[in-house]
């Protein structure tokens, strides 16, 4: 019965939701405050990895990080909802339109590579490369390739399974838009887990199984699955770090971008932590598994860093 | 008479082969049970450990822990409780006692009370993204995410309290009138002291159900690096995302840690469906 007393407890409750409405953070000046940042679920663990870094030398700094999805990132970011949105593929253009009928103005910085790796059983002792073309035969919509000797006929008599990520991913926007010529656009029949891991076990445990993921699954799957080179018509080109930094494993390699939104930068956590990334970029890279930047690399992000202060320190006296 | 015996004959195979038909059906629900707990408790055993209490995530699996995430759980569940539990038995009150079952308009109140019951999580989390965190302006914090949780589980409690009234014998409210009482005396003194097993029951299934959820804070954006205590209007994370973030982690050892707040994540279920079972017997009346 005593719940029942409780009652009162729920109206205070109830009330003070309707008059919590300036919740958000706006954090001001100062090497504290919170920054929040959102979007891609690949580039998120990046994100995170800077921010733990970062908050071990500045204590006072708060730094969240969500993984809505690149797309979701965007809309919450061109909303003006978060200070920075984690994406594994460019702005497109009707996000461009959203953030500037609400006027938030960005800067992207590229702050890691990856590599979308083409992998196999490591028992698939045929598959040592597979042409753009082969590839897209194998996933176009409506493609009906279901034996691996109807890629190439040197290959053996052996039924071909396939493994990819799910619709929502930006992995799967990339590798359809390089492989199949239009983003978005895939055959369907195939085992689609968001999950990439779920990918790792499923070709690991198919003698006939292909799949696709980012570069950080391969690595840490060394022993149960094979990578295969890709040629994107300069010959057969391995996944590796410095094939994905040159940019020489084509058309696989994509970058990893964090945008920040302009007017934060006038917040000077915000403006330390984008600085602490790029200064730290390589330690970060380690050790969230990602592939670094190249020197010009770097040198580009800080020029952008370095024109995006001036522009807002410019309008700002 | 030998149809008959036939027939007798013919019923007892069916009998038995109903019962050993039951009996599968048992198995595989405790089969796939202990499969899951025994397979959970060996990947997460290496990572039951105080780090995972006390730490915050990482990109370090070995140092990583799930404390915001925890707290975060905690506190949904007590919005979840100090909301859900009295809303949910005021509207079954008013269903059960007070409503003329014969207008039309109740009934679809309570057709559509059921089919609430029924909708995807996910679609709360649309509603609750729409209209607590942008339309109230909350923002992205526990105490919306509660106020959705609530929404969630709301049917289910409602139906479970009805159900624990239909359960008082209508003698008890009868003999109440007879004595004089008034109908809010009926309900108060008699009529809610005999349903409290099952409404305390319902609730903290709902209960159990809300903790569980995921895909509805996701879409309110529930964070996966989250490094301090989370306040009730704060940013947060919550046990099962948290669990979905590691999971998908490359490196092996996230999937230990994943384990490992999976048990956590048992436990606090076991433990709530333990109270109910030890508030229903305590209570428990029979008539």
Known sequence: ?317 | MTLSRRGRAGAVVKGGAFRTVLLLSLAVAFITLGTLLVDVFQRGWPRLDKTLLTGVPSFDPEIAGARPAILASLELMAVVFVLAVPIGIGTAIYLEEYADKTKRYNRLLELNIQNLAAVPSIVYGILGLAFIVRGLGLGRVVLAAGLILTLLVLPTTIIATREALRAVPNSIRQGGYALGATQWQVIWRSVLPAAIPGIATGSILALSRAIGETAPLIMIGALTFVTFDPTLLGPFTALPVQIYAWIGQPQEGFRHLAAAAIVVLLVLLLAMNAFAIWLRNRYQRRY
Do not use: H
Request: hydrophobic letters at 35%; one cysteine or more; charged letters at 30%.
């Open chain 1, 1 to 317: 019965m005593s719940k029942l007393r409780l009652l009162p407890l729920a109206v205070v409750a109830l009330s003070l939701s309707a008059c919590g409405g300036d919740g958000d953070s706006s954090g001001s000046g100062g090497a504290s405050g919170t920054i929040v940042a959102d979007g891609s679920s690949t580039v998120g663990p990046f994100t995170s990895a800077a921010a733990e870094r970062f908050q071990n030398e500045n204590p006072d700094v708060k730094v969240t990080v969500g993984i809505s999805g690149t797309g979701g990132g965007f809309e919450r970011f061109c909303r003006g909802e978060t200070d920075l949105s984690d994406a594994s593929r460019p702005i497109k253009d009707e996000e461009k339109k959203l953030c500037e009928e609400n006027d938030i103005q960005y800067t992207e910085f590229l702050v890691a590579n990856d590599a979308l790796t083409v992998v196999v059983n490591p028992d698939n002792d045929w598959t040592k490369c597979l042409t753009v073309g082969q590839l897209r035969k194998i996933w176009e919509p409506g493609s009906k390739v279901d034996n691996w000797r109807e890629v190439d006929p040197k290959f053996p008599d052996q039924r071909l399974t396939l493994f990819g990520p799910g619709t929502d991913s930006g992995t799967f926007d990339y590798f359809t838009a390089e492989i199949v010529g239009e983003e978005g656009k895939s055959r369907s029949d195939y085992q689609a887990s968001e999950n990439d891991n779920v990918l790792v076990q499923g070709v690991a445990g198919d003698n006939g199984a292909l799949g696709y993921f980012g570069f950080s699954y391969l690595e840490e799957n060394q022993d149960k699955l094979r990578a295969v080179a890709v040629d994107g018509g300069n010959g057969c080109v391995m996944p590796s770090v410095k094939s994905a930094q040159s940019g020489e494993y084509k058309p696989l390699s994509r970058p990893l971008f964090v945008y920040a939104k302009k007017s934060s930068f006038e917040r000077r956590e915000v403006e330390k932590f984008i600085e602490y990334l790029i200064d730290n970029e390589r330690a970060i890279a380690k050790s969230a598994r990602y592939i670094p930047l190249t020197d010009a690399q770097v040198d580009e992000a800080r020029r952008e860093l370095r024109d995006a202060l001036d522009e807002v320190k410019g309008e700002g006296s």
